[in-house]
């Protein structure tokens, strides 16, 4: 089917096909009246991207050539937000009228629709989520085979019909296939088989908040796989679409509005929290985890000291004394063994990490944010292994090894590469099994324990604040980026730059400045190995984010309600960030050591 792209969608292609972007992301109306002329992402504008999907001949960064093909099928799932089903059915209409399949697994965690393009013999996935942002907002997360569509392939979606108004091609209409209960019993079968006797012999209490999202699809699966009188379920009773809160498992702020969740934790049982689409998940333990500037809520970083651990001291020495047998070259043994010890940091960690990296015997590489990207990272790294040790395929060096390589970033995508066929996925469902083995595996008993012996380090969370537009975001992000580069010269400092964000980093902290890819939000951090290094520190990053503001006429206060602690911790004394500037005397004394 030939369609004309609209005009309406040709004039907001900049909002939805962004090249800075890792998924679709964009504002769908307000309660009551979604899709209004307002809407950026449309079921029209879905429609398109479908026969985008279908039809464009995706170049990789390597130059590998991925495509859709007629009679090719697509696994579509969404999460239960009002205007998810809506916009997956119009991306359906937009694939089938080009020819492929799609088969519709209903509402769906990300980790099911990863899973079930495996499980179902798909050549594609879309999970349709507005994830962790307001019900004003929808998006969609897709790829063709292994290859996730973001950034540079978003660009070319762009770029597509910028140069062809009309789209797609003349062949015989796909088909929509309702796979909702096979796909769930392939993915419940898989979670039952691959952990279901671990847990019937080594039982414990714990806790998941399933915070009114896709997780309250997998009610029952937790309930059989931990045993019903061992686990306790949170958040079933949510409606996440009301708008009282955000099934943002990063937040307390979220957390503490969860009934019985702060009860739970005061009776020490671990609670493991999910996003709406359950491809995001913390750790949160013990009676006062909840209050600000107490511990006890674990995010990427804090997970990532786990992996680490996990990774250097259990899963390299067992790789490697199955390799052993393989009577590899010693440079062959060398090559693989950087590459498995090798910890992804994400810049939004404490710089804790690196150093406990390094004491075990590891090595740290920056990455860029962004899950595809993690993602295909992970397997090019599994790739090379296999090949080094002498494997025809990754599922052979699976088969003989049973490798898995785990890293998380700070955002709390943790990606876990499938012993069975290695390829990573961000299953925050799976995740809560595979972490509480890993618990045993280390011996944790007690997560506060643990990491009382980990490098001390006070960070601020991510801030991130509302801007007036894009448009101020990105000049805002510009213009402190250029100033931080300017500034942070010399072998003192170490500066990284990634996808619209920069670190300063130094030996006893950093600040990180930035914006969002998916909203109109900008992101900032600080951190010191004193909680006075760390405000001189914020209170230096935060003047120059609050005179940029006014450099660009941004007039939007800090979002308070997302950033409680300036109000609420009083170690950071600093209840009015918006009064910030150069002259407060802690920005001030931060900025004598440039002069």
Not at 476 to 500: C, N
Request: aromatic residues 10%.
């Amino acid at each position: 089917m030939i369609i004309q792209v609209p005009s309406d969608i040709l004039a907001l292609k900049d909002k939805l096909y962004k090249s800075t972007a890792y998924d679709i992301r964009a504002y769908v109306g307000e309660m009551g009246n979604f899709f209004s002329d307002k809407a950026v992402l449309t079921p029209k504008a879905m429609e398109i991207t479908g026969a985008l999907m279908a039809t464009i001949p995706f170049v990789s960064k390597n130059g590998t050539v991925v495509q859709l093909n007629p009679g090719d099928n697509v696994v579509v799932g969404y999460d239960n937000g009002p205007t998810s089903k809506i916009l997956a059915e119009a991306l359906g209409k937009g694939l089938t009228g080009q020819g492929v399949n799609v088969y519709d697994i209903g509402i769906a965690s990300s980790g099911q629709v990863y899973h079930n393009q495996v499980q179902l013999s798909a050549q594609g996935h879309v999970q349709i989520t507005r994830s962790h942002v307001e019900v004003t907002t929808n998006g969609a997360k897709f790829g063709i085979g292994q290859q996730g569509i973001h950034t540079f392939l978003l660009k070319q979606m762009n770029d597509y019909i910028t140069d062809n108004k009309m789209i797609g091609r003349e062949c015989e209409e796909g088909r929509v296939y309702d796979r909702s209960q096979e796909g769930f019993k392939f993915y419940s079968y898989k979670m039952k088989r691959r952990y279901g006797s671990y847990f019937s012999s080594h039982p414990r209490k714990i806790a998941v908040n399933l915070f009114g999202g896709t997780g309250l699809q997998y009610k029952t699966l937790f309930q059989e796989i931990f045993g019903a009188d061992n686990v306790t379920i949170l958040g079933d009773t949510i409606d996440v679409n009301a708008g009282t809160l955000l099934a943002d498992p990063t937040r307390k702020e979220m957390l503490e509005r969860v009934p019985a969740l702060d009860e739970t934790l005061s009776k020490e049982i671990r609670v493991h929290s999910f996003d709406l689409d359950a491809d995001r998940g913390s750790v949160t333990e013990g009676a006062k985890a909840l209050a600000i500037g107490e511990g006890g809520h674990y995010l990427g970083d804090d997970l990532s000291y786990i992996l680490a651990d996990y990774k250097i001291s259990k899963a390299v020495p067992e790789l490697f004394s199955k390799l052993a047998e393989l009577n590899l070259s010693k440079e062959s043994m060398d090559a693989i063994h950087k590459i498995v010890t090798t910890v992804i940091v994400d810049p939004r960690y404490t710089s804790g990490v690196k150093s406990f990296v390094d004491k075990k015997g590891g090595r740290t590489i920056y990455h860029r944010k962004g899950h595809s990207l993690w993602k295909e990272t992970m397997s090019a790294s599994i790739q090379e292994v296999a090949t080094l040790a002498g494997f025809s395929s990754v599922e052979d060096f699976l088969k003989a090894t049973g490798y898995q390589d785990i890293q998380v970033e700070a955002s709390l995508h943790l990606f876990a590469t499938d012993p069975e066929d290695g390829i990573p996925r961000d299953d925050a469902v799976e995740n809560v099994f595979l972490l509480e083995m890993i618990f045993d595996e280390l011996n944790i008993k007690s997560l506060r324990d643990y990491f009382r012996d980990m490098p001390k380090r006070y960070a601020t969370k991510e801030i991130r604040t509302n801007s007036v537009s894009n448009e101020a975001k990105d000049k805002i992000t510009a213009y402190i980026l250029d100033l931080i580069k300017a500034t942070f010269v010399g072998d003192r400092y170490q500066v990284i730059e990634f996808d619209g964000q920069i670190r300063a980093e130094w030996a006893s902290g950093f600040i990180m400045y930035g914006m969002s890819n998916t909203s109109p939000k900008l992101t900032f951090m600080a951190e010191g190995t004193t909680p006075e290094e760390r405000n001189e520190a914020l209170a230096y990053v935060l003047a120059l984010h609050n005179e940029a503001k006014v450099r660009f006429d941004d007039n939007l206060k800090m979002d308070l309600d997302e950033n409680p602690f300036f109000v609420k911790d009083s170690s950071y004394a600093m209840p009015d960030p918006d009064s910030v500037t150069m002259k407060e005397a802690r920005a001030a004394k931060f900025a004598e050591q440039f002069k």
